[in-house]
Every structure is written in C-alpha cells, then in structure tokens.
C-alpha cells in the first residue's frame, strides 16, 4: 500500500469534501468566541485499545485549514495502542484547528477501527500461513483508504477495483453460460496479463473450475466439511480462498483446512471505529 505522504488524489479530494461537508459556510460556533490570533496545542489521544491507522491523513486534515501548523505524530500506522497514549499533537491557529478537529478525528477513528479488527482476523490464523484480505464491500470514495488501513492491521489487499484482477462470480457465470465459457473468454479477452480466479459453490463447479486451470478457487459460502472435501479435489492444483460467512469465531477453524486465503467482508463494512479523542493543553 501507498503511505499517507504519497495517497492519491482522489483521496486529497475525499478530505477537501469532508471539510467542505462539516464546514458549510463557516464555524459559526468557533468564529463567533475564539479570537482571530489565537494559537493552541492539542493533542490526539487513544481512549481504547486497538492498531492506529490515519495518523498522517488526519495530520493533512488540519494542514488544509492551516497550511503552517507544527504536526508532530508520536506513534505510526500498524502501531498498537492502549487507552491514554498519545497519538499526535498539533500546534497551529486555534479556529482552523477547532474547526478541523472532528473531521480529522472521523478519519482516523475509522480508518484504526479497520486496522483494529484486521488484527484481530490476523491474530487468529497466526502461525497457519493463511494471509486475510480484504473485498470491494467499502464505502463510495473511500475504497483506497479502507484497503491502506486493512494494510496497516496486517492483512492484504484484493482486488483494488473491477480494473486490476479478474474474478469470475456467479452472476458472470450464469450470464456467460458456464464457468468453462466464462474462463474461456477472458482467456481471449485479457491475454496473459492477469491471473483469473473463479467463484464456486458446488463440488461439481470446483470440478469444473480446476478443469479449466484458473489461477485461484475462491470456495463461497462452504461448510468446513465441504471446505475440506474441496482442497483434497482442488490438489494444489489452484490457489484456494475462501470466502462468506467468516467471523473471528470460525476463522481458525476455516485457516486448518490448507487454504491459502480468507477474504472478509466485515473488516470494511463492519469494523467498529476506534474510540479516539482532541484534547486542547491548557496555556
């Protein structure tokens, strides 16, 4: 993944809309009893356990507002904090850092409650080999900064868009006739240039799936018992995956059957944030 000091652009735009979304036409509250001149130095703090990820967004969060500020981060992305550490601090004029305050906070406690559960996931099938990945199951505009911060708790990055991976499911499938035609033609659509995984739920498309020789099985919705049934089938024969369902209760479980990956959806679009609060020092 791309750190914080090289995020693309579309992420910078991400930021400016947030602002633009809490802002409105003004802080009517901070413009209204904070003096045009005053300075302040606050600071970030973890008020619950977990793995940061978005300390250098949010740092750019308050640099929009004052391009001058002194941004100081005490920890990093993938650092594990515990309740009272302080994460950063920031010192800069005291209406642009008010006003920014929640916006940038929004960003990390998000992007740490990602981390935070990744870890969890990645915690489970330690020593299995298994490696976790993420899905495309993230919010509208906000895929690139949900993948960063699955990287940042340990686990990998799937497929970044419909643009760079090729993933036969089963609507592709039932609309190309068979998993045999659907390999076929994008075999003669894409060349050698990506590798082809296929989404399969029966014992019969595993069969078929092998038979075509695709670069990963990804085996959707399975029971252990017919998870394992399908590795013996599949016989290193293909990279395996599994996917659907998957919770930090059956995820071990899932890792003992020889599959390669586990993707879950949950560690985008059901991470829990991080609780994190702005503190202002006292003068």
């Not at 967004?57 to 920890?75: H, Q």
């Not at 014992?203 to 252990?224: F, H, P, R, T």
């Not at 599949?234 to 059957?257: C, P, Q, Y």
Request: glycine share 10%; proline share 2%.
């Amino acid at each position: 993944m791309e750190t914080h000091e090289n995020y693309p652009q579309e992420v910078d735009a991400v930021l400016e809309l947030a602002l633009r979304e809490d802002l409105g036409s003004g802080d009517v509250t901070t413009g209204s009893i904070v003096p045009e001149d005053a300075v302040l130095t606050g600071e970030i703090r973890a008020k619950g356990a977990g793995v940061v990820s978005g300390i250098g967004l949010s740092g750019a969060v308050f640099r929009k507002l004052d391009p001058d500020c002194m941004w100081e981060e005490i920890v990093h992305d993938g650092d594990r904090v515990s309740p009272g550490d302080t994460l950063a601090r920031v010192t800069g004029r005291s209406r642009a850092i008010l006003s920014a305050e929640r916006t940038a906070l929004n960003i990390l406690q998000k992007m740490s409650g990602i981390s935070t559960l990744t870890s969890f996931f990645v915690e489970a099938v330690a020593g299995s080999g298994v490696k976790i990945k993420d899905t495309r199951k993230t919010l509208p505009g906000l895929r690139w900064i949900s993948k960063y911060a699955v990287a940042a708790g340990g686990g990998h990055n799937h497929r970044a868009g419909l643009y760079d991976g090729v993933l036969i499911k089963d609507n592709h499938i039932k609309a190309t006739g068979s998993i045999t035609a659907a390999v076929g033609k994008a075999r003669q659509g894409i060349g050698e240039n990506f590798s082809i995984e296929v989404e399969t739920k029966t014992m019969e498309q595993v069969k078929e799936a092998v038979s075509c020789g695709v670069d990963v099985i990804m085996l959707d919705n399975m029971g252990i018992r017919e998870i394992e049934e399908a590795v013996r089938l599949i016989d290193r024969r293909a990279l395996v995956e599994v996917s659907g369902g998957i919770t930090l209760e059956n995820v071990k479980e899932m890792a003992r059957n020889g599959v390669d990956f586990i993707s879950v959806g949950s560690l985008t679009h059901s991470a829990p944030c991080l609780d994190i609060s702005f503190d202002v020092l006292e003068s």
